[in-house]
């Protein structure tokens, strides 16, 4: 059975930094497509980070880019968002997702591509 767990959410002021983590169990995320998700009260489920763990290949949402990093540890089975100078629009519950695309149809991957799902973390920044 697939878990993914994720950790390290939490509140910080605007232009602060932190380090989501995503644990999986019953899959091996090398060689995989993973992908990080943050969905804000009334608002739809959006990408934000999406990486085929085979060849390290990455794709970020421009709102992003430059400020979050999607890394892996294929040691640990545990994929990573480091996120700097953090925003209160980045406030949302971010999600890790693992599915099952190969290469560049990893990173073209949209939501529903993705079948396994965290339960997500909290991330809250102030103003």
């Known amino acids: 059975q697939v878990h993914l767990v994720e950790s390290g959410g939490g509140s910080v002021q605007a232009g602060g930094s932190l380090r989501l983590s995503c644990a999986a169990s019953?899959?091996?995320?090398?060689?995989?497509?993973m992908g990080w998700f943050r969905q804000a009260p009334g608002k739809e489920r959006e990408a934000v980070a999406t990486?085929?763990?085979?060849?390290?290949?990455?794709v970020y949402a421009g709102s992003v880019k430059g400020r979050f990093t999607i890394s892996q540890d294929n040691a640990k089975n545990t994929v990573y968002l480091q996120m700097n100078s953090l925003k209160p629009e980045d406030t949302a519950m971010y999600y890790c997702a693992a599915g099952p695309r190969l290469g560049w149809l990893c990173l073209s991957s949209i939501t529903r591509d993705f079948n396994y799902w965290g339960q997500g973390t909290q991330v809250t920044v102030s103003s």
């Open positions: 019953g899959y091996t995320l090398s060689r995989s497509c």
């Open positions: 990486m085929y763990t085979g060849d390290g290949g990455t």
